[in-house]
């Protein structure tokens, strides 16, 4: 199993070798690798060259490494999706080949903050609808989802019925979101979320925030939606100009 064939850096080597081996299903999902010293007596490296090579992997969600255990193969993410490519959640999972389904948690009138004041650029936004769902593909949860909408646009009731926040929008207010602008964030342990999506502690999340907007440039729509990073990726698409 040495890697000592070719010219590049060996930790580059490493990081091939064992993402080969994953792939071959030879170290499997949530699986534990071996330990520090016999892997790289396997590998025929020093125990500094395999530890940046699993630094880079853990970087890249390959692995994760817990402190005192060891070094574990996460789940490769079940969804993946350009991040400029705007879609709904129901839509990624359907498009994976599984079942979405909603768990709604509340859907609520709440007194605007000034920050939904802000976001909505609406300085005299009273109220705003706010609905709180757990996302699940096979019944499996994969994204717990906060949405906004401003007051009077769309029904409370309605809102129960419609798994899709596009659908019930256009349905609702007679209105089609065109555009988003989006953060993405990084979560770590939040003891609230990480029991609803299911997490272990050591697990990360993605959030993403984003403000929705319809053709007229018309904010309608925000959203945080924690997604789970075994689960879902998400890549761009960069053209140099």
Do not use: W
């Amino acid at each position: 199993m040495t890697i000592k064939s070719d010219s590049r850096h060996l930790y580059l080597q490493v990081i091939d070798r064992i993402k080969r081996e994953i792939e071959k299903g030879n170290y499997k999902e949530n699986e534990k690798l071996p330990s520090e010293f016999d892997l790289s007596k396997m590998l025929g490296v020093s125990r500094a060259t395999l530890r940046e090579a699993l630094r880079i992997l853990e970087e890249d969600n390959v692995v994760t490494r817990r402190h005192g255990v060891g070094t574990f193969v996460n789940p490769k993410p079940v969804f993946t999706s350009g991040i400029e490519e705007l879609t709904s959640v129901t839509h990624m999972i359907k498009e994976s080949g599984k079942n979405p389904g909603v768990q709604f948690l509340s859907i609520e009138q709440i007194d605007a903050t000034k920050d939904d004041c802000n976001k909505f650029n609406n300085q005299h936004l009273k109220k705003v609808a706010k609905i709180e769902r757990i996302r699940t593909a096979n019944n499996d949860p994969v994204v717990f989802c906060i949405d906004k909408i401003p007051e009077g646009l769309i029904s409370l009731e309605a809102a129960h019925k419609e798994d899709s926040i596009f659908k019930l929008i256009e349905d609702q207010a007679k209105k089609r979101i065109t555009y988003a602008v989006t953060y993405i964030e990084p979560v770590s342990y939040h003891p609230e979320i990480y029991d609803i999506l299911k997490c272990s502690s050591d697990q990360s999340l993605l959030l993403l925030k984003q403000m929705h907007y319809t053709e007229d440039d018309e904010a309608f729509l925000y959203s945080a939606n924690y997604f789970r990073s075994d689960r879902f990726s998400f890549h761009v698409l960069r053209k140099r100009l």
